[in-house]
């Protein structure tokens, strides 16, 4: 089966092997190792995409019913070169440990960001609820959008 | 105490950005599924459905015929050398009771055959074409069926060794006596005595146990694994196996996270074969229900403690006894089982009576293995709920009854010797312990004096605030060794080449921080090289809270090395001798203000004159362990309908010596606290009366999500550990511990009951409400 999709901002076409295929098995093959597979089952959020610019687990949607959509992938955002004032924020508090959460929860944020520049504390971990980190407590996480959120309200590039 | 920059650190002690940061926050990493090879098979494993039954017949042939298939394992084509999967030192300690396949099968979900083909889903059908004629037996589903007169025996083979007791089902067997307890327990005035059970638990990493395996141009079987110990896979694939071990190299690359489970060799052997007998790369990735059901687990236990005091509160005897159910084979058996005594007994040296006794049983049931705490965490449980019910019984304040008792700087245990890793340990005095300013920190924080014993009620909610203290080791002494390579580069950077492996813990970038320190540079001029069996000296991998002090020492003392050689070359270009020359920023100086950019010195020693190349090995076996300390404080609120208990607020003051990356230093804190407030109140695997695994998912095993965590303090208490490098000893476990004996203290002050199996849900809540 033929799709069509945007990846990054860039118009791709991709195959999908049979119709059960998930977007998430599509994405790694297609080379955005970024996605990362925890569990298969939509429980822990680590292969968390944007899709037309919500966060979504890209394990629970069917390649075929993204055809046509817009897809973020944690690739995606840094741009020319220069990383995302979310990366930047995870960077400097120490919000990354072994890193496999990261990605989904970089996209769950960016939702959360996007919809709402200046979110308190009980929506930040709203937003990461469904991302299952086993490394940290989530403050630094937290801790980092916070911060990111700011930065980005006073004048970022995003 | 003075703080790290006080003592003239420029990078030990700063929060540097990860040297990994940049590749994880861009998804670019590869960990070991992100890295494929043309014409990867795809493994997956046939588990057995049977708690305990020999394999009569296993018929190959129609998976075989399939297409796509390139091979099946079964125990009838592969090596039967019996080892053990416990990736530890060399004799290890666990009994060799496990081969590749075997002809019986243990618990359900026991390797019974593994298929390598094209596709995953072709693999997978493959295996539904397998035909296995099972002979049930009958199975050993707890502890008391395993020590029962007559009991099934779980390894009734002839050719395991190292089994203490096979025949009753005991793998291991640790009794240790410091005075006599008897005659202590009649000669105290107050004797208190818990049992306290825990649960099947498992450490879920994100990232689940995966391996690539293939040959490379020269034939050598590479394994690409997702490990905590590469260099103890390369000798444990090499065994089972039967390859030199030379023919071996492992690589690790990022890791998504380990706590013990990975310190085990689960995957590597089946997709090394695969690779060695079809030539072709071999994936094997583990689902998350086999996570559940087949990888590894903490060591569920029954534990007695006996706590005889005088009536001052000073402790006078102490005897710990623990069951310990190692599941269907024995890895890290007698370990864990140790260290549930050596890890919490000379906390209360105060107590001239001591006694452990153990024993590690095998039953049915999934396997234990090696998990952040290390038996430790359920030691502390009862012995830290036991303290509060001797306080409790002596109407000493807890934190009082605690500081009466508690080992202190300067002094020792009989415990460190008498008791160490499965064997005898080490004596050591203790020589950094901030435990004091710890709990009066955490005291505060909590506003102990102001809620303790208020039972503040909101609605059917009421309050309550508990307290325990604790402390852990830094390595393994006198067996775990690490070592370290540094080589100078003609631009001034240096190569770090370090067995070490950094599973998320941040161990490449904290011993970065100790190199650039000794080397006088920035964190950017050390190029960290880790865990490549190929190219990096040994390590014995990230376990035992071994890292920061036992790689750290070896970094520090190769470092120290290369500063030597820089400073005897660069000594001629400043017209000067070594002596009196320092290195800082980049430069070799002399007292009275010359300089010499590290640059020019290379490039003397690469290309100008008695030219060698700059580098060191160090390595570096501890003689001692010592002890971080933790005070923990949480306020609870539970509530009297419902039994559910709201950790609201958790505060956690730590000496961990000098933090040489605080915020990583934290975040191994806050990690392991979460990780444990989910084992005291949510995390069970549930295990049906036939042995299986209930709750094989992320979904029915309930760990914590950012909006069930409370607020946590984490308090780094400044300290200096004079035998660390930088002053620094371990952080990694101890965290996980406090929760579980903290919470049920909280819970027993605010509505007076006391709390014996862990977790603690609604309905045991309840029932000990209704009970009491």
Redesign the interface.
Known sequence: MKLSLTINGVPRSVTADDAGETLLTIL?REG??????????G??G?CAVLLNGRAVNSCLVLAAKADGAEII???G??MGGR?HPL?EA?????A????????GM?MSAIDLLTRNPDPNEHE???A???????????????RAIQIAAKRMRDGGDD | MTRPSERGFAIVGKNERKVDGVGLVTGRSKFVADLLLPDTLHVKILGSPHAHARIVDIDTTEAEALGGVACVLTHKNTPTTRHTTAGQGYPEPSPYDVRMFDMKVRFVGDRVAAVAAGSEEIALEALKRIRVVYEELPAVLSIDDALRDGAPVVHDEKDSTGIYDAPRNIVADVDIDVGDVVKGFEESDAVVEVVCETQYAQHTPIEPHVVLAYLDSDERLVLRTSTQVPFHVRRIVAQTLDLPLHRIRVIKPRVGGGFGAKQEVLVEDIAGLVALRTGRPALLELTRAEEFIAARTRHPMRIRVKLGAMEDGRLHAIEMEAFSNTGAYGAHGLTVLANTGSKTLPLYNKAENAHFFGRAIYTNLPVSGAYRGYGATQGYFPLETGMDELAEKLSIDPIELRRRNHIRLGETSPIFEKLGEGREGVPQTVKSCELERCIGIGAERIGWSEKRGKRVREGPWVHGVGMSIMMQGSGIPGIDMAAATIKMNEDGSFNLLIGATDIGTGSDTILAQMAAEVLGVPLSKIIVTSSDTDITPFDVGAYASSTTYVSGTAVVRAAEKVREQILSVAAPLLNSTSEGLTLSEEAVKTPDGQRVGLDRVCQRAMYESDQFQIAATASFVPSESPPPFLANFAEVAVDTGTGRVEVLHYVAAVDCGVAVHPKLAEGQMEGSIVNGIGYALTEEMLISSRGRVRNPSLFDYKILGALDVPRIDVVLVDSYEPTGPMGAKSVGEIGINGPIPTIANAIHDAVGIRLRQTPFTPERVLAAMHAS
């Open positions: 790694r955005y190792s970024g996605v990362k597979k925890g569990c298969g089952a429980d822990c680590a992938t944690v690739e955002l840094a990383l990366q995870f960077l400097d508090e120490g990354v440990q072994c890193g496999y959460c990261t990605p970089l930040i971990r709203e990461i609820s469904g991302n299952l980190c086993r490394c940290t407590g989530y403050a630094k996480q937290i």
